[in-house]
């Protein structure tokens, strides 16, 4: 009886030890594609036309300050006009960790030479907050990505220009240098007057990456702009803001498709080890800890219930003997 408890706890502490270790010896795939296994469409983050019910409103998304809506075109946050400003907000945050957003969208002015400001895609955790940032607060905590027209100073890059800003509640967004003071990634794009619908699709992958990739020169040609690793905050609201100051141009957002990322299985769990902030890395090792305390309190109940029977069947064969003693006496 001895001989099987001790084999079958061995066999419970290597499956324990197979279940929380086995991930971390496995290397992480570098590309999206190698860590999905498929999307899940999230309707209450996309938005296409004709955007608006018979109340002009929109069950999941809120607009305000110059924003125009056109049921047949689109979204239009400003109008190719000075001193604008519009923006269109989730009403819901994002609470999936893994996600994919693409949007359409359209940037163009009447005149050739001269335009902006630009406009920029949110997932911050505050929302519907007017500002001087592209048509959104300053000092925002979460993700900023700023599609920027016009360069109020002199850079060693072109213009159009995409950045990426993570803010802490406390960082300003700095426009007189365009942001590259706190700028996180960027890349420079001609998404103005493209001649294939012009598309941004954002990938965050949750321990593992950022990324950014355009849709502007030909038709499905999706160009990268830039891959961080970055800890998002959780449940963000998803917003977009536009901007116009002495010069302008119109700022349209098309369509929002949203989906939840859902990882391959050896994925998630890597995913989940070691990986993100503190906060993460506690729960997941609270999680570890967790299991491994239940498999000892398993293997301790099992241990308990084998010797009890184990004492038991002592009992009864020496109760049994002395029972048959008695009568031979």
Same mark, same amino acid.
């Given at each position: 009886m001895v001989s099987s408890l001790a084999v079958a706890s061995s066999l419970a502490l290597i499956w324990a *030890? *197979?279940? &929380?270790g086995v991930s971390a010896a496995k290397g992480v795939p570098a590309d999206t594609s190698d860590l999905t $296994? %498929? =999307?899940v469409p999230l309707r209450t983050h996309s938005l296409?036309?004709?955007y608006v019910d018979n109340d002009l409103q929109n069950r999941w998304w809120d607009f305000g300050a110059d924003t125009i809506i056109n049921t047949n075109k689109g979204i239009r946050l =400003?109008?190719?006009r000075p001193s604008e400003q519009g923006w269109l907000w989730s009403r819901l945050p994002l609470t999936s960790p893994n996600y994919q957003i693409e949007w359409e969208f359209k940037i163009d002015s009447k005149g050739s030479n001269i335009f902006g400001d630009g406009m920029a895609m949110w997932l911050t955790k505050d929302r519907a907050q007017p500002g001087p940032v592209f048509g959104s607060k300053d000092q925002f905590y979460g993700l900023g990505v700023f599609f920027d027209t016009y360069a109020n100073t002199r850079h060693s890059y072109t213009f159009p220009r995409v950045t990426a800003m993570m803010g802490d509640g406390r960082k300003s967004y700095d426009a007189g240098t365009d942001g590259a003071q706190n700028e996180l990634a960027g890349c420079s794009a001609n998404y103005r007057r493209t001649e294939v619908p012009t598309k941004a699709r954002l990938t965050y992958i949750r321990g593992h990456h950022l990324e950014l990739e355009l849709h502007y020169k030909s038709w499905d040609e999706w160009t990268p702009c830039f891959k961080v690793n970055v800890t998002m905050p959780s449940s963000p609201y998803v917003g977009f803001? %536009? &901007?116009t100051g002495q010069v302008s141009e119109y700022h349209d957002i098309i369509s929002v498709t949203a989906s939840s990322a859902v990882l391959r299985g050896e994925n998630a769990a890597l995913m989940n080890r070691g990986r993100g902030n503190g906060h993460a890395d506690r729960h997941d090792k609270k999680t570890g800890l967790s299991w491994f305390l239940f498999m000892l309190k398993g293997i301790a109940l099992f241990a308990l219930v084998a010797f009890g029977y184990s004492f038991y069947k002592t009992w009864a064969a020496k109760a049994r003997k002395k029972a048959r003693m008695?009568? $031979?006496w």
């Open positions: *030890n *197979n279940v &929380l $296994e %498929a =999307t296409y036309g004709p =400003t109008q190719d803001s %536009a &901007l008695k009568r $031979e």
